[in-house]
T-cell receptor, first 116, second 110 residues
Framework: KAGVTQTPRYLIKTRGQQVTLSCSPI?????VSWYQQTPGQGLQFLFE???????NKGNFPGRFSGRQFSNSRSEMNVSTLELGDSALYLC???????????????FGPGTRLTVT | DAKTTQPTSMDCAEGRAANLPCNHS???????VYWYRQIHSQGPQYIIH???NNETNEMASLIITEDRKSSTLILPHATLRDTAVYYC???????????FGAGTTVTVRA
């Protein structure tokens, strides 16, 4: 099975711009989660989508948004970029079923976003 | 409060088994032990998880003590590519997010 793919792998943006990151989960996985990872804050949960619905949300401002499509692919968008948004953005898919989250998460390689 | 305690770092010789300990003395009955690793600048990689029985897959073995207060991840034949930060976490079926502590930095030396 192909793993989780994320595009683009690297991105450089300017403050104030917006960015869209894409994630294709492992085939058959319906749950997609997004994380932000920085050296100072570590791994921080952004949100989780299941069957096109945002099921859980982390503590990030409204500038961070996402969506999931019927084929389980997901995108996240960051508007009005700030310098502090520079990070590795990770997507993880899980074969979680129903309301439980009892399964392992498989991560993609991440998108390295640099805001200048 | 951290739910798991791991050594900060450890070295291992290539080709030898690497035994990574993890203490989780306050683990609840419905919490699983998960192991992930992260190679520098890459996404975290799921390794293995277990509830109370020992588990083995193609990557590693997980040994959980009978009282479930500690566990050991075993990489049977460490290679240079196993150099990474290894994270031990405990989570229930309903934990929708992962949270990593500092983990153990494992360096495999030739």
């Amino acid at each position: 099975k192909a793993g989780v793919t994320q595009t683009p792998r690297y991105l450089i943006k300017t403050r104030g711009q917006q960015v869209t990151l894409s994630c294709s989960p492992i085939s058959g996985h319906r749950s997609v989660s997004w994380y932000q990872q920085t050296p100072g804050q570590g791994l921080q949960f952004l949100f989780e989508y299941f069957s096109e619905t945002q099921r859980n949300k982390g503590n990030f401002p409204g500038r961070f948004s996402g969506r999931q499509f019927s084929n389980s692919r997901s995108e996240m968008n960051v508007s009005t970029l700030e310098l502090g948004d520079s990070a590795l953005y990770l997507c993880a898919s899980s074969p979680a079923q129903g309301s439980g989250f009892s399964y392992e998460q498989y991560f993609g390689p991440g998108t390295r976003l640099t805001v200048t | 409060d951290a739910k798991t305690t791991q050594p900060t770092s450890m070295d291992c010789a290539e080709g030898r088994a690497a035994n990574l300990p993890c203490n989780h003395s306050t683990i609840s009955g419905n919490e699983y032990v998960y192991w992930y690793r992260q190679i520098h600048s890459q996404g975290p990689q799921y390794i293995i998880h277990g509830l109370k029985n020992n588990e083995t897959n193609e990557m590693a073995s997980l040994i959980i003590t009978e009282d479930r207060k500690s566990s050991t991840l075993i990489l049977p034949h460490a290679t240079l590519r196993d150099t990474a930060v290894y994270y031990c976490i405990v989570r229930t079926n309903n934990d929708y997010k992962l949270s990593f502590g500092a983990g153990t930095t494992v360096t495999v030396r030739a």
